[in-house]
Every structure is written in C-alpha cells, then in structure tokens.
C-alpha cells in the first residue's frame, strides 16, 4: 500500500499510477492470500508462499 500511494501521489501520470493497476493489483494479492490461506494451515509457510505467488501473478 505505501508503494502504491507513493506512485499514485509522486507520479500520478505513470501507468503503474493508474487505477487498474492499484486496485487490480491489491485484489489480485488479497484473492492468491485467500486461496493460500484455505490449502496451507501453517502461517508461517503460507505467507511465504502467498507472497511468491502473489509476486508472480503480478509479472504474468
């Protein structure tokens, strides 16, 4: 989030700035924690893995 409102106040004509990209990329992340949280029940694995994930969706 503190990324994200950088860019959009900093520089809010980059594309990364956008609207989409904020907000798609925010759900996209919270859907893959979601996901992960309901397969792996160990917190500390989860996380990690969500975060990879989560990384990875965002580099398609």
Known sequence: ???SA???FAVPASPL???WSII???TISALVG???TQF???PVLATGIAVALAIAAHLR
Request: charged share 5%; proline share 6%.
């Open 34 to 36: 979601v996901i992960v």
């Open 17 to 19: 700035a956008q609207p």
């Open 6 to 8: 950088v860019l959009l």
């Open 1 to 3: 989030m503190g990324a």
């Open 40 to 42: 792996v029940h160990e």
């Open 24 to 26: 798609g990329g925010n």
